[in-house]
T-cell receptor
Framework: EAQVTQNPRYLITVTGKKLTVTCSQN?????MSWYRQDPGLGLRQIYY???????DKGDVPEGYKVSRKEKRNFPLILESPSPNQTSLYFC?????????????FGSGTRLTVV | AQSVTQPDIHITVSEGASLELRCNYS??????LFWYVQSPGQGLQLLLK??????LVQGIKGFEAEFKRSQSSFNLRKPSVHWSDAAEYFC??????????FGDGTTLTVKP
């Protein structure tokens, strides 16, 4: 089944403890992207990647890192999480003509930082 | 920079009634426009998209949307709403480089 897989689905952590949310897609898509969703704010793009070793900042990149060493994987790294990063996170992917194709989304990761 | 506005935070319609969700965008070039739906506790699912050609586009689940360049709008419509359509709906615009911007969403409630 074609899908975007995020892990974990739920995560509670403490301030300052580094964490990684994994994202993997099995559709051979070039484009991948991370979003956070907060009530009343819709989805805001954190980082996106047009291909391996190519990443760019979205609207809210502060406090996050990403890497794209393999085409299928696009992990989101929080080096020192803070409570304002408590949110619902989505990973998404799209084929080569992604901007016109639209994204396939994962099921989300609900992160709580205490 | 691009932006998307969904003026209606919450809309309630009766089952069987028609639906229109509004979306206005701001973008300097020809936009790639999308509507997504999110059911509670789920990820987002693409309903339909527009990037060129016929300005009336058909999507899944009986939805359609019309692109009006003069009004910078991309409104979503459905002739007859079903109870299962209750969800949150997001309009989005993409740039050529892969950057995407979403509206704040419209929550649809369907009355029996």
């Amino acid at each position: 089944e074609a899908q975007v897989t995020q892990n974990p689905r739920y995560l509670i952590t403490v301030t300052g403890k580094k964490l990684t949310v994994t994202c993997s897609q099995n559709m051979n898509h070039e484009y991948m992207s991370w979003y956070r969703q907060d009530p009343g704010l819709g989805l805001r793009q954190i980082y996106y990647s047009m291909n391996v070793e190519v990443t760019d900042k979205g609207d809210v990149p502060e406090g996050y890192k990403v890497s794209r060493k393999e085409k299928r994987n696009f992990p989101l790294i929080l080096e020192s999480p803070s409570p304002n990063q408590t949110s619902l996170y989505f990973c998404a992917s799209s084929p080569r003509d992604g901007p016109s194709y639209g994204y396939t989304f994962g099921s989300g990761t609900r992160l709580t930082v205490v | 920079a691009q932006s998307v506005t969904q003026p209606d935070i919450h809309i309630t319609v009766s089952e069987g009634a028609s639906l229109e969700l509004r979306c206005n965008y701001s973008y300097g070039a020809t936009p790639y426009l999308f509507w997504y739906v999110q059911s509670p506790g789920q990820g987002l699912q693409l309903l339909l998209k527009y990037f060129s050609g016929d300005t009336l586009v058909q999507g899944i689940k009986g939805f359609e949307a019309e692109f009006k360049r003069s009004q910078s709008s991309f409104n979503l419509r459905k002739p007859s709403v079903h109870w299962s359509d209750a969800a949150e709906y997001f309009c989005a615009v993409n740039t050529n480089a892969g950057k995407s911007t979403f509206g704040d969403g419209t929550t649809l409630t369907v009355k029996p």
